[in-house]
């Protein structure tokens, strides 16, 4: 099973750069990664995927490491708005189910 | 506005009386899916669908049934509803399973006494 790992929670001051990093060490070759959010009382929302360059659009920037083992969300600039809980996931089966873990919480202070 | 729309949003219901809750998308997608999240357990997927007419089984289907007669609808049915289908329920839809974007609904809370 391709399995993802996120630290529990993570702190960032407002409108300071923030590294969500996930580890993802047993990903196959077409796994893609994908990032979601869920934003308190509301469902998961797509931040952002990629496949093995870096990516980047309005919301964030993804970066791949290069054996792909790992990965980093990045948000530019962290609003109070940005406090969620981050999904890193894979899509690793022959249905291609995301399979979802716990995710970190990342709390913004103002 | 493309959305995935669900109702109801929450529902106090009893042991054995059936509902349905409803799932629709304006985006003609069509694999549509049916999520339950519980704290500690994250996201689990109850029910899929690839098109109309054809539906699978997710990770925990015992207890619930889905038809997808329309393109845009994929309802979630509790047949006879227990305390232990008390959760949070998220319908969402991609155009591309593999790489698509999942849009997700609002989520519809449901209690079961």
């Known amino acids: 099973d391709a399995k993802t790992t996120q630290p529990n929670s993570m702190e960032s001051n407002e409108e300071e750069p923030v590294h969500l990093p996930c580890n993802h060490s047993t990903i196959s070759g077409t796994d893609y990664i994908h990032w979601y959010r869920q934003l308190p009382s509301q469902g998961p929302e797509y931040v952002i995927h990629?496949?093995?360059?870096?990516v980047n659009n309005r919301m964030a920037s993804l970066a791949i490491a290069e054996d792909r083992k790992s990965s980093t969300l990045i948000l530019h600039r962290a609003t109070l708005r940005d406090a969620a809980v981050y999904y890193c996931i894979l899509r690793w089966d022959s249905n291609y189910q995301l399979i979802w873990g716990a995710g970190t919480k990342l709390i913004i202070k103002p | 506005e493309a959305q995935v729309t669900q109702n109801p949003r929450y529902l106090i219901t009893v042991t054995g009386k059936k509902l349905t809750v409803t799932c629709s998308q304006n985006m003609n997608h069509e694999y549509m899916s049916w999520y339950r999240q519980d704290p500690g357990l994250g996201l689990r997927q109850i029910y899929y669908s690839m098109n109309v007419e054809v539906t699978d089984k997710g990770d925990v289907p015992e207890g619930y049934k889905v038809s997808r007669k329309e393109k845009r609808n994929f309802p979630l049915i509790l047949e006879s509803p227990s305390p232990n289908q008390t959760s949070l329920y998220f319908c969402a839809s991609t155009r591309d399973r593999k790489t698509g974007e999942l849009f997700f609904g609002e989520g519809s809370r449901l209690t079961v006494l």
């Open positions: 990629g496949l093995t360059s870096n």
